[in-house]
T-cell receptor
């Protein structure tokens, strides 16, 4: 069975601080995909990044960066110089590789509520 | 291009009633998935449909059913509503080409309240 754990329920920071959101996953699949989604108060899940299990390169996109480590089954997300607009619930998700049933099933963590104060 | 659209936005029903939620995928996407998100939790997978066929089902009772139409839009039906069915129902679409680039994009959701 697949499982995603986001141990941080809530994080509160002041604007311009850096913040890291943790994600730990469990899977028996050798090929899998990891995702981060942002859910603002409006409710819509906004796709941020997808990472394949065979590509451990870290990625940076503007103020966002992701650290993928298979050795520790972690896929952490860092926001540099946080802004008030970053306030949202962030979800880490896992999907198995192609093949079999429920191919499209995303397994989500419980989410981390990030509040950035001005 | 339009994103994933869902209707209605909000819905209030009473216990025992039936509800139908609708979803239109992004143009060119052939797969639709449904998720239930209870307040304070992550979304839970309900169904995936691809080319009008069910490709996956989550751990939900038979009161939940869905279908996909030739234009790839989809309906989620829930019978005999229970208070515990109150949640945000999210629809996601994807190309479902089974490649590493397949990504699900979500709609704004339908907020269902069961009284």
């Amino acid at each position: 069975a697949q499982k995603v754990t986001q141990a941080q329920t809530e994080i509160s920071v002041v604007e311009k601080e850096d913040v890291t959101l943790d994600c730990v996953y469990e899977t028996r699949d050798t090929t899998y995909y990891l995702f981060w989604y942002k859910q603002p108060p409006s409710g819509e899940l906004v796709f941020l990044i997808r990472r394949n299990s065979f590509d451990e390169q870290n990625e940076i996109s503007g103020r966002y960066s992701w650290n993928f480590q298979k050795s520790t089954s972690s896929f952490n997300f860092t926001i540099t110089a946080s802004q008030v607009v970053d306030s949202a619930v962030y979800f880490c998700a896992l999907r198995k590789g192609a093949g079999g049933t429920s191919y499209g099933k995303l397994t989500f963590g419980q989410g981390t509520i990030l509040t950035v104060h001005p | 291009d339009a994103g994933v659209t869902q209707s209605p936005t909000h819905l209030i029903k009473t216990r025992g009633q039936h509800v139908t939620l609708r979803c239109s995928p992004i143009s060119g996407h052939k797969s639709v998935s449904w998720y239930q998100q209870v307040l304070g939790q992550g979304p839970q997978f309900i169904f995936q449909y691809y080319e009008k066929e069910e490709r996956g089902r989550g751990n939900f009772p038979d009161r939940f059913s869905a279908r996909q139409f030739p234009n790839y839009s989809s309906e989620l039906n829930v019978n005999a509503l229970l208070l515990g069915d109150s949640a945000l129902y999210l629809c996601a679409s994807s190309l479902a080409d089974r490649s590493s680039t397949d990504t699900q994009y979500f709609g704004p959701g339908t907020r269902l309240t069961v009284l």
